[in-house]
Nanobody, 126 residues
Framework: QVQLLESGGGLVQAGASLKLSCAASGGTLTYHTMGWFRQAPGKEREFVAA???????YYADSVKGRFTISRDNAKNMVFLQMDSLKAEDTAVYYC????????????????????WGQGTQVTVSS
């Protein structure tokens, strides 16, 4: 069973940067689209970014130009570089992996992902 573990969250001031990491174990997701989602208090979980096995990316409009998703297939890891953070980026961030290989990066619904991490808290103070 594939397990995902996020790390890198924390408390930062507005305008700062953070880099989240997601490590996959128990199996390989090398050929699977991977995504990042987030959930703010009192809100539904929302799509942030996704990346295909070959590096194709797709972003939510709210983070486009500020966040960058990347992956290292050799290490079975996915990253989310977050720059110019805003208070509204405060949320628990989840790493997710598709259950089937290949496909495009426009997988924005959480039901399209089979594997989920426990989440890492990102808090941005204004």
């Amino acid at each position: 069973q594939v397990q995902l573990l996020e790390s890198g969250g924390g408390l930062v001031q507005a305008g700062a940067s953070l880099k989240l990491s997601c490590a996959a174990s128990g199996g390989t997701l090398t050929y699977h689209t991977m995504g990042w989602f987030r959930q703010a208090p009192g809100k539904e979980r929302e799509f942030v970014a996704a990346i295909t096995w070959s590096g194709g990316t797709y972003y939510a409009d709210s983070v486009k130009g500020r966040f960058t998703i990347s992956r290292d297939n050799a290490k079975n890891m996915v990253f989310l570089q977050m720059d110019s953070l805003k208070a509204e980026d405060t949320a628990v961030y989840y790493c997710a992996g598709r259950g089937v290989p290949f496909g495009d990066s426009r997988k924005t619904s959480d039901y399209e992902y089979a594997y989920w991490g426990q989440g890492t808290q990102v808090t941005v103070s204004s």
